[in-house]
């Protein structure tokens, strides 16, 4: 080979472009959640539509069956009597078999989104020691001794966290308090939604509560109040605490200022703080769209990044001393 042909080739290999197949990314926390719901969700479908086509061949087989079993044929009666009792083995035998592939799948969704919710969750600046125990359930004690709100005869709680923001322990939770309610008259919870509650140094007796609510539909307000006085009032922003005390004196003004840049609005429905001479706790009310482990909506990652925002603020309030 000549040595021109030997330069051209290697002019050519040096001019040419290799086409690398780019490194796929890593799925975003959303992306996960979404997938995960899907599969789910088309699971669902199938079972619903499978046993949607086997309900229609049951009565249609059972149609057969009693004319056979009513006919003057002995010999039909006989088959007639036999598929029936083939088809209740069958149904026995399928129910058997599939009543627990759904339940089981659910039963690993749920734990597998709240765990990836907190580890979007937590793993923000600030947390550190994230301790959470998949069977822990708060107490009626933990919230109702908070003395914001009486009347709870129930309380459902998931996803107990205990951790460290900024220096200061917490703890965190999803809860809801019920109260008594009848087959007649269904009464809506006294609270659903967050709650966050971290250790303070004040001292002081009773407490302060201040409440943060949309002026349009207030929900979740407080109910323990009848032995406290209202010491500010407006649309949006009330203070409950002992009759002629002043709380500015008592309760740094930097932590109501950093709970003021909370918005109530969007999925946000209300927020109560109480703060007691030892422990400052919040309850933050939430609609279904934040609160619901996502199954037949897909998840709304712009809600939930927005209730982490409002996470943040909750701690670096109940920071400042």
């Given at each position: 080979m000549s040595d021109a042909n030997i330069n051209e080739k290697e002019e050519k290999l040096e001019n040419e472009v290799v086409e690398e197949k780019p490194a796929e990314e890593a799925k975003t926390y959303?992306?996960?959640?979404?997938?995960?719901?899907?599969?789910?969700?088309?699971?669902?479908?199938?079972?619903?539509?499978?046993?949607?086509?086997?309900?229609?061949?049951?009565?249609?087989?059972?149609?057969?069956?009693?004319?056979?079993?009513?006919?003057?044929?002995?010999?039909?009666?006989?088959?007639?009597?036999?598929?029936?009792?083939?088809?209740?083995?069958?149904?026995?035998?399928?129910?058997?078999?599939?009543?627990?592939?759904?339940?089981?799948?659910?039963?690993?969704?749920?734990?597998?989104?709240?765990?990836?919710?907190?580890?979007?969750?937590?793993?923000?600046q600030g947390f550190s020691e994230i301790q959470n125990d998949p069977e822990e359930k708060l107490k009626m004690d933990d919230l109702v001794g908070d003395g914001v709100y009486v009347e709870a005869n129930g309380i459902n709680s998931r996803n107990v966290v205990r951790g460290v923001y900024d220096g200061h322990h917490f703890l965190y939770a999803e809860a809801a308090l019920t109260r008594p309610s009848t087959k007649k008259q269904q009464v809506p919870p006294l609270f659903v939604g967050r709650y966050i509650s971290v250790p303070n140094q004040m001292k002081f007796d009773d407490r302060?509560?201040?409440?943060?609510?949309?002026?349009?539909?207030?929900?979740?307000?407080?109910?323990?109040?009848?032995?406290?006085?209202?010491?500010?009032?407006?649309?949006e922003f009330v203070v409950y605490g002992p009759?002629?005390?002043?709380?500015?004196?008592?309760?740094?003004?930097?932590?109501?200022?950093?709970?003021?840049?909370?918005?109530?609005?969007?999925?946000?429905?209300?927020?109560n703080v109480v703060v007691w001479g030892g422990h400052t706790a919040v309850y933050l009310s939430y609609d279904d769209a934040i609160l619901s482990v996502p199954f037949d909506k897909p998840f709304d990652k712009d809600g939930f990044e927005k209730s982490l925002d409002d996470l943040v603020i909750c701690l670096k309030a109940m920071s400042e001393e």
């Open positions: 959303d992306v996960i959640i979404e997938d995960a719901r899907q599969e789910l969700f088309k699971s669902y479908a199938k079972s619903r539509r499978i046993s949607n086509i086997l309900m229609f061949a049951v009565v249609g087989a059972i149609v057969g069956i009693m004319f056979m079993i009513i006919s003057d044929n002995d010999v039909l009666k006989i088959v007639g009597y036999s598929l029936a009792g083939a088809l209740i083995v069958g149904m026995i035998l399928y129910y058997v078999l599939t009543r627990k592939n759904l339940p089981n799948k659910v039963q690993k969704y749920v734990p597998f989104v709240m765990k990836t919710l907190n580890d979007r969750m937590f793993s923000m302060f509560i201040f409440v943060f609510k949309n002026p349009k539909q207030p929900l979740d307000l407080p109910n323990a109040i009848t032995d406290l006085s209202v010491l500010e009032e407006k649309d009759e002629n005390a002043n709380y500015h004196d008592i309760i740094n003004n930097k932590i109501i200022s950093q709970f003021k840049k909370l918005q109530i609005e969007g999925h946000l429905l209300n927020v």
